[in-house]
C-alpha cells in the first residue's frame, strides 16, 4: 500500500501542477492575492469542523473509557495532519488517533475498535453528505444526468461501506488473525489471533450502542455540512458570491469525489479537478473554480506541519520515557 500511495502522490502533484500551468499559474495566483489577507478568514471559518467530528469519534467508545475531549481534538488534528501530509491512504491517521488516546490511558484494544468502526462512519457520513449534494444540483441544474451519475456512485459508496459494517461485526480482525496464522508459523501468532479477536469483541460491542452509532453519524455530517460556510466565503472574498445552496453543492460533491481518492494524500489535483468541474454548475470559471481549491487549502499549510511536528514530539518523548525505563534493567544484568 505504501508504493501505491505514493506513486498516487506523485500523479496527484503532477496533476496539480498541470492545472495550474493549464489556467495560468499567473492569472490564478494574481486571483488569490487579490484578495488579500482576508483569506486567512478561512482557516478560521474552517476550524469549529474538528468539534462535531471529535464528539461523533467519542461516541464510539465506552463512558469508562472514552477520551476527554481535549484529547481526542488533539488526536484528531494530528491524524488528520498524518493523513494530509504523508503517504499513508488515509489510514495512518486512523493509527495516529489511536496510538495518541492510548498514550493518554485509553485501552488499546478500545482505542483501535473506535478507529475502525469510526472509518465506516466516516464513509456513511460522506455518502450523506454527497447524496444532499445530488439533491441539490437536481433543484439548482438541468445536468441530471450528471446528477443520475453522481447519485449512483454514492449509493455504491453506501453500499460499500455497510458491507463493511457487517464484515467488521462478522470478526474481520480474527479472520485475517486466522488466515495469517496458516501462513506464517511463529510463536508469536497466538497472541495476535487472540488481540485480534478481543478488538472483533470491542467491534461488536461498539455496534451494539445503535443510538451512539445514530449520533456519531449525524456529528460526521454535521462536521462535514459545516465546511459549506468555508467555500461559500472563498468564493465571496474570490469575488464571485454564490447562494449557501450552491455552495452546499459544490463542497458536498467536490469533498465526496476528493475522498474517494484515498490513495491520492489530501486529495492532490483531484480536488482542483472537482472543483473545475462542478463550479462550472454555479457560474464559476476555471480560473476561479481553481483559485477556490487553492484558497482552501489554506487551513492544510496553518494547521497540518504543526500537527505532524506536535506528534513527532510526544513520540520521541514516549521513546525517551520507554529507553529511561529499560535502563535500570540492563544495569542489574551488568552488577
Known amino acids: 500500500m505504501n508504493i501505491v500511495t505514493r506513486i498516487g502522490l506523485a500523479l496527484g502533484l503532477l496533476l496539480l501542477i498541470s492545472l495550474i500551468i493549464w489556467q495560468g499559474a499567473l492569472e490564478v495566483i494574481q486571483l488569490l492575492l487579490s484578495s488579500g489577507w482576508s483569506l486567512l478568514w478561512l482557516p478560521l471559518v474552517w476550524c469549529p ?6 464528539q461523533g469519534w ?19 488534528w494530528m491524524g488528520r495532519a498524518v493523513n494530509n501530509l504523508l503517504p499513508v491512504a ?15 490511558g485509553v485501552k488499546g484494544i478500545n482505542a483501535a475498535a473506535s478507529v475502525m468502526v469510526d ?15 445530488v439533491c441539490s444540483m437536481l433543484y439548482l441544474s438541468d445536468n441530471n444526468e450528471l446528477a443520475i451519475y453522481a447519485f449512483g456512485g454514492f449509493v455504491v459508496l453506501a453500499l460499500c461501506a455497510v458491507g ?38 470491542a467491534v ?29 466565503l472563498a468564493c465571496y472574498l474570490l469575488g464571485h458570491p454564490i447562494s449557501i445552496l450552491e455552495a452546499i453543492m459544490l463542497k458536498s460533491l467536490t469533498s465526496t469525489l476528493s475522498d474517494v481518492a484515498f490513495v491520492i494524500p489530501n486529495a492532490y489535483g483531484i480536488q482542483e479537478g472537482a472543483f473545475i468541474l462542478i463550479g462550472t454548475l454555479v457560474g464559476l470559471d476555471a480560473n476561479t473554480a481553481l483559485a477556490v481549491s487553492l484558497a482552501i487549502r489554506i487551513r492544510d499549510v496553518v494547521f497540518d506541519p ?7 514530539q510526544i513520540e520521541s518523548r514516549q521513546f525517551s520515557k520507554r529507553k529511561l525505563e529499560k535502563q535500570p534493567d540492563s544495569e542489574e544484568k551488568v552488577l
Open 49 to 54: 469542523t474538528f468539534i462535531p467530528a471529535t
Open 58 to 76: 467519542r461516541m464510539l467508545f465506552s463512558s469508562t473509557q472514552s477520551p476527554s475531549f481535549k484529547h481526542a481534538l488533539l488526536a484528531m
Open 90 to 104: 488515509t489510514i495512518g491517521g486512523e493509527i495516529a488517533k489511536a496510538r495518541l488516546v492510548s498514550i493518554w
Open 119 to 133: 472509518k465506516v462512519i466516516q464513509a456513511i457520513s460522506v455518502a450523506l453528505w454527497g447524496l444532499i449534494g
Open 164 to 201: 463493511f459494517l457487517f464484515v467488521q461485526k462478522a470478526g474481520l480482525l480474527g479472520f485475517l488473525a486466522k488466515i495469517g496464522g496458516k501462513l506464517i508459523k511463529t510463536d508469536g501468532w497466538d497472541d495476535i489471533h487472540f488481540n485480534a479477536r478481543e478488538i472483533d469483541a
Open 204 to 232: 461488536v460491542e461498539i455496534y451494539t450502542n445503535k443510538a451512539h452509532i445514530f449520533l456519531a453519524i449525524v456529528y460526521r455530517t454535521i462536521a462535514l455540512s459545516w465546511m459549506t460556510t468555508e467555500v461559500w
Open 306 to 312: 504543526a500537527g505532524l511536528m506536535t506528534l513527532h
